[in-house]
């Protein structure tokens, strides 16, 4: 059986299937991004599962679960404002708790660069709601990627 930890640190480019939330990771990896943070809830959670199965001694970049999606989105801000990359993944709703700090985004100079990774849920298959969280981009002047498949999610990251 493969090791997904092994997988995503390979040095040599490659050709794998896997989920778009493993591409991520393994562009996170390529990238240089230096810190990851998140809180957990579908359909996110795999990122962090493909965190986890790179051993901590040998992640390229420190990961945390924070408290709440306000405080995930923070930290990976304090790394950007750093001139450090840095990505937050949360599901859809977390963008409610998160509004305070994401809404003021665009108003900072991200000398770094950061992504955040909303798991948008039509349909509320796995959330209280549904939710457009495009109208909190709009809001807030920031940009919006919505990849059709995990290549697509590897080229943007």
Known sequence: MKNMGDMLL????????V???TALVR???????????????????????????????????????STNEK???????????NGHLSTVSFKSVGIN??????????LFNII???????GDDPGANSSQN???NRHFAYLSYTPVFEPAN??????YQ
């Open 10 to 17: 390979r040095k040599r480019a490659f050709k794998e299937i």
């Open 19 to 21: 989920m778009g939330n």
């Open 27 to 65: 562009a996170m990896v390529e990238s240089g991004t230096r810190a990851v943070t998140s809180y957990p809830g579908s359909p996110t959670p795999e990122i962090a599962i493909a965190i986890q199965s790179i051993p901590q001694s040998q992640r390229p970049f420190y990961f945390e679960f």
């Open 71 to 81: 405080v995930a989105t923070e930290v990976a801000l304090g790394a950007a404002l």
């Open 97 to 106: 708790v998160a509004a305070d700090a994401f809404v003021q985004l665009s």
């Open 112 to 118: 770094g660069g950061m992504v955040i990774v909303l």
């Open 130 to 132: 549904e939710q457009d």
């Open 150 to 155: 995990p290549t697509e999610v590897y080229n």
